[in-house]
């Protein structure tokens, strides 16, 4: 009995040094008027969210209820229904899935109701920020501090800590039109989160203003079942940020060049081993109405890749310009944003803009050929890729298709040395789901697009969509990959979708209730997939009669 009773006292001392030393380490504030709790589940710390007299305590999947203590610093209660006093450092016992305890703090006497619920099948992200200011990156996108993170996978699976060089706020109008604001992180060094491919950059993407939380996923796994270059999945994760649950997140790789992403000659590493940063901004500025640059005194054995570049509107190019370090605009008015290498010297900048403007010509020929090179579009580009890409953008009706988000990169001649469509992202205004300045259309399941329906959109897909052999491999890609794809999902993936993210979701729901409001046609989760899998099977049968039957 004597060793059963000092086992429980040493247990006791264990999580009350654990939650000093957490404490200790995060600097987490403690407002004793708010009276919220903080538990401790191994080496992380999560708090309760408060909403009026309600505190949710949202557990990850892979925690077990022996695991789950108060930690040293919350307030004690008791659980009236039971009569029984939570003590500090104490465990709480039986974790009752989605049951609400009507408590009371025994130093306050303030009620309220502890309800508690836990997530299931998903992995678990902890992100602890080194100055414990969410509120400021969510006001500022400008805004990053340093960090570390650790996830937990869905089996349990703990990975060691990683060290963030930044977490940012992240986006457009999904910053600006959300509360639920998606991040950026850039780490320390190149690194594998949940088996995602390696590398310095990752998104996490909100998806608030898609209820059914999975548009970006779905459009992700169409490109994998394609077979586009680079193509894969991102992790769904539950989210905490210094102890807080922020939500269902979607944690997917930044595009960048790397041998796990886009796997193309480096020459951004090449010109870091001579110049740093601020040699980068130290240089001339080289400036024309087509191009910027800088005038770097770097010699380069091979000029012609590789290349990463976003193509951007107009309206955005030119609003953040000064933040812009290399681009170019092209004969036809294509604005592009390069991302690698990012300081673009004078000759690099003009060799890619000179080859963009061929390829241009061709492309926007009707015969698809550059008079003056003679020259074919398909001897350009990698027309597969872009077929594919099209894809993607069509059959989904994503809005913004061909707009922004859009990546293209070029390796150097020495490898292919044509232009790739690369893979994308911002899927969460696809597949029926829009706000009602854009609804004529994306609530319509059918019509071709061509990718020429938006202010600024661009006229290559326009142009690629009547070449008889773009045309040909379109409908092949879809009859071969994405109509069945489509049929999947109609009949199983979908349902699967669902239960697979229920438990997350309904946690999703609670914290995030107001943001989801803002969807004008929301009601509920089921109303969302029955919505979602009406538009995919009509969209399906229209596509099926325009390029199969």
């Known amino acids: 009995m004597r ?22 380490e995060y600097h987490l504030e403690i407002k004793e008027k708010e009276n919220s709790l903080y538990f401790v589940i191994e080496e992380n710390i999560i708090k309760t969210w408060k909403k009026d007299k309600i505190q949710y305590l949202f557990l990850p999947s892979y925690v077990k209820e022996e695991e789950v203590f108060l930690a040293s610093f919350s307030p004690e209660f008791y659980v009236l229904e039971e009569g029984e006093t939570i003590q500090k450092e104490e465990s709480i016992k039986g974790l009752p899935q989605e049951k609400k305890l009507l408590c009371q703090t025994v130093e306050s006497k303030e009620h ?5 619920l836990q997530s299931s099948n998903l992995a678990t992200m902890y992100l602890y920020t080194n100055n414990h200011d969410l509120d400021k990156i969510k006001e500022d996108k400008e805004y990053g501090v340093a960090g570390s993170i650790q996830t937990i996978d869905q089996n349990g699976e703990h990975s060691r800590k990683i060290g963030v060089k930044e977490i940012r706020g992240r986006g457009n109008t999904s910053f600006a039109g959300y509360e639920k604001k998606p991040y950026s992180l850039t780490l320390k060094e190149e690194e594998s989160i949940l088996g995602l491919p390696a590398g310095e950059k990752y998104a996490l993407l909100s998806n608030a203003s898609d209820p059914s939380l999975i548009r970006n996923d779905l459009v992700r796994r169409m490109e994998e079942e394609l077979h ?7 992790r769904f994760v539950d989210l905490y940020i210094d102890g807080l649950y922020e939500g269902n997140y979607y944690l997917c790789d930044d595009i960048e060049v790397g041998t796990q992403r886009v796997n193309i000659e480096n020459m951004e590493e090449a010109m870091d081993l001579v110049y740093t940063t601020s040699n980068y901004e130290a240089e001339p500025l080289y400036e024309t ?6 005038r770097l005194d770097i010699s380069l054995v091979d000029m012609t890749g590789g290349y990463l570049m976003e193509r951007e509107y ?3 190019f030119f609003h953040e310009y000064e933040k812009i370090k290399s ?4 004969q036809q008015q294509e604005h592009f944003v390069v991302k690698s290498p990012s300081y673009c010297s004078v000759e690099q900048i003009e060799y890619l803009r000179s080859y963009i403007n061929e390829a241009e010509e061709a492309i926007l020929d009707p015969r698809g050929i550059n008079e003056d090179t003679k020259k074919s579009y398909t ?8 077929v594919k890409k099209y894809l993607a953008e069509e059959v989904s009706k994503n809005y913004d298709g061909g707009v922004s988000s859009s990546y293209f990169y070029k390796d150097s001649d020495k490898k292919d040395g044509k232009l790739y469509a690369a893979y994308g992202w911002d899927y969460d205004m696809s597949l029926g789901n829009y706000v009602e300045w854009m609804e004529e259309f994306s609530s319509n399941t059918e019509g071709i697009s061509k990718l020429d329906h938006h202010t600024y959109s661009s006229p290559w897909y326009e142009n690629l969509y009547e070449k008889e052999e773009f045309y040909k491999l ?3 890609y879809y009859a071969g990959k994405v109509s069945p794809f489509l049929g999947y999902l109609v009949e199983v993936g979908l349902k699967e979708y669902e239960r697979w993210l229920y438990d997350s979701a309904i946690m999703n729901e609670i914290r995030w209730k107001e943001e989801l409001l803002k969807n004008p046609y929301f009601v509920n989760r089921e109303k969302t997939f029955s919505d979602l899998t009406d538009f995919i099977e009509k969209r399906k049968k229209y596509l099926d009669q325009e390029w199969i039957e």
């Open 3 to 24: 060793a059963y009773i000092e086992k429980i006292i040493l247990s006791c001392f264990t999580v009350f040094l654990i939650a000093t030393m957490l404490y200790s």
């Open 112 to 116: 309220f109701t502890l309800y508690i």
């Open 228 to 234: 586009l270059r680079g193509a894969h999945r991102g």
């Open 289 to 294: 109405e087509k191009a910027k640059a800088r």
């Open 314 to 316: 107009s309206q955005r």
């Open 327 to 330: 681009g170019f605009i092209t």
């Open 379 to 386: 001897d350009y580009i990698d027309i597969h890729s872009f």
């Open 474 to 476: 379109v409908k092949e």
